[in-house]
């Protein structure tokens, strides 16, 4: 087996841990806090939807599960509001991502992001286009590294700012339903599906049209 295909093996495996164990994992914490947020919710709504976009926002330097999240707003906010609230924080780490990115070569960009991710980054931004970033918002990791990678490579930021408010509605149309409806119905099957589910299958989708992609 060669090492490019042990890489791809390992790469693999350590989503499968951030999108599908991890979440599995803690998946008793996770409903404590869900439940807490419903409750906090009631009496301080706009707490706990600033609290959700602040941790969306702060996926761009942190390992947040955004599957977890942006299920939770929708079933803590309803379809309408949780939607708002998930595209908000998706589009505040868009933005960080992109002037991270465009801000790579300053020592503090370096220090928050790391080496081993600007490398990443970097040569994520050599296959970079509209296509790629539109479809990569919904996958974990790599909605992050492109982010990055237009700032680096100085893709025109309006350009930017229309394909990723466009793609993130997209995104939080359907997290927001699964929760909103995981909550109308009291399943938490369907709310495993959103927090769980849909990332791991957008990874697994994304990787299989970019291998075909070339």
Excluded: C
């Amino acid at each position: 087996m060669g090492r490019g295909r042990i890489g791809q093996w390992l790469g693999l495996a350590a989503v499968a841990i951030f999108v599908l164990i991890v979440p599995l994992a803690f998946a008793d914490q996770i409903e404590g806090i869900a439940n807490a947020a419903v409750a906090k919710a009631e009496d301080n709504p706009v707490l706990v939807a600033v609290l959700i976009i602040l941790a969306l926002a702060l996926d761009i330097f942190l390992p947040v599960p955004n599957g977890v999240t942006n299920t939770l707003a929708g079933a803590i906010f309803g379809f309408y509001l949780g939607m708002a609230v998930i595209w908000t924080g998706l589009m505040a780490a868009s933005l960080m991502g992109y002037g991270a990115g465009a801000l790579a070569a300053r020592p503090l960009a370096r220090r928050l992001l790391g080496e081993e991710e600007l490398a990443r980054a970097h040569r994520f931004a050599e296959g970079l286009g509209p296509l790629v970033l539109i479809l990569s918002r919904p996958v974990p990791v790599f909605a992050e590294l492109a982010t990055l990678a237009a700032g680096m490579s100085a893709m025109p930021f309006r350009l930017f700012l229309l394909l990723t408010g466009l793609a993130n509605l997209a995104v939080a149309f359907v997290f927001a339903g699964i929760g909103a409806a995981a909550m109308s119905t009291q399943s938490g099957t369907l709310g495993l599906v959103g927090a769980v589910g849909l990332p791991l299958a957008a990874w697994l989708a994304y990787r299989w049209w970019h291998q075909r992609r070339g």
